[in-house]
């Protein structure tokens, strides 16, 4: 939240990776470090993809949101992201899309975003093998 998310040199990285077709996962605050990727083409990475992560909400209850540099959540949707919160905070959630898989928070980690992740590598390979482009 505080280093990666104007890391210009890692965004790079992170565009290159996925236009090549591979897949951008994060856990927790990590989602900030790919908020301020943009493509080639210009757009955001997160735009019009579904992500998830620490809320704003959670922030609040949790006594940080004085701490934080700004609010990740806001962000995500001035970026054009379809960030989901979930009812209940700080349960372990994920959300894939396009290649995009994120985790709402460390519990997220283990089975829901290696899951996630797993279904989104067959679902690339499947539409690889049909030709067709796979973001």
């Known amino acids: 939240m505080f280093d990666f ?22 856990v ?15 757009s955001y990475l997160v735009n019009g993809k579904i992500l998830t992560g620490p809320s704003w909400r959670e922030e609040k209850l949790a006594l940080v949101s004085q701490k ?3 609010n990740a959540e806001e962000l995500a949707k001035e ?3 379809d960030y989901i919160r979930w009812r ?3 349960r372990g959630s994920a959300a894939a899309t396009n290649g995009l898989v994120t ?3 460390n519990s997220s980690s283990g089975n829901l975003v290696a899951s ?9 390979d499947s539409l690889k093998a049909k030709g067709s482009e796979p973001l």
């Open 116 to 124: 996630s992740v797993c279904d989104e590598l067959d679902r690339l």
């Open 68 to 70: 934080v540099p700004y």
């Open 79 to 81: 970026r054009g992201a």
């Open 103 to 105: 985790g709402h928070n």
């Open 5 to 26: 998310t104007h890391n210009f040199e890692l965004h790079n990285i992170i565009a290159s990776v996925y236009e090549r077709g591979a897949i951008v996962a994060s």
């Open 28 to 42: 927790g605050h990590g989602y900030c470090g790919i908020l301020n990727v943009r493509l080639s083409d210009g």
């Open 88 to 90: 209940r905070p700080y």
